[in-house]
Each structure stands twice: as C-alpha cells, then as structure tokens.
C-alpha cells in the first residue's frame, strides 16, 4: 500500500456518520472514511453478531474493546481480544467474524 495525496487531518470517528450493516445476527454499525484508495473504519459489532458473508477483502483489523472470533474457511478459528490484530491480503484465506458480547475494532483496508 502506498498513502499518497493524503494531506493530515484529525477525525473524530464520534462525528463520522454512521451506517448500520445487518450480519445473519445481530449487527455491524460502521464509520467510515475514505483516503484515496484506503477505506478506514471504525466497527462496532452487537453482542451475538454473526457475519453473513465470507470476506476475500483484505484487512488490518486491530481489536480497541471486547473479543472477536474469525473463522477462516479452512475450520480454523481465531480467538482476538483488545490490543491484539490480524492481517490478510486480498484474495487470501476467507474469514468471517462472530461475537458473543460484542466488539469495537479499527479497519484498514
């Protein structure tokens, strides 16, 4: 990734207009700006949130509050907690998320 024509600004992600995304349970409520071609979020999952796709995306997930699950399609899943994070390229292993008492995460991607 390369960050070009991005001049420096400050976000306060509270002010970022929010966007709500329904899993197969429960919900991803986003906010979300775009630099160039970098989308960065910040997501809040709701207790019991269950993804309703699998993602090709790639992702640099960082876990700010709660635990996220992400099962890779091969059956193996990961466990994240706060301060923790995964990285995927795109194209790369298929992965969707879950939790059970919710999650805030950052996304880059």
């Known amino acids: 990734m390369k960050m070009t024509?991005?001049?420096?600004?400050?976000?306060?992600?509270?002010?970022?207009e929010a966007t709500l995304h329904p899993g197969e349970h429960g919900q991803?409520?986003?906010?979300t700006r775009h630099f160039g071609e970098i989308?960065?979020?910040q997501v809040e999952y709701s207790p019991g949130y269950l993804a309703d796709h699998w993602c090709?995306?790639?992702h640099i997930l960082f876990v700010l509050e709660g635990e996220l699950m992400t099962e890779l399609d091969d059956g193996q899943t990961v466990t994240l907690t706060p301060g923790m994070s995964y990285q995927v390229a795109d194209g790369a292993e298929a992965h969707r998320s879950s939790t059970v008492g919710g999650a805030r995460l950052?996304?880059?991607d």
Do not use: L, M
């Not at 991803?28 to 906010?31: I, L, P, V």
């Open 56 to 58: 090709s995306k790639g």
């Open 5 to 16: 024509d991005i001049p420096f600004s400050v976000t306060d992600w509270a002010a970022v």
């Open 28 to 31: 991803a409520t986003w906010r």
């Open 106 to 108: 950052f996304i880059v």
């Open 39 to 41: 989308r960065v979020r």
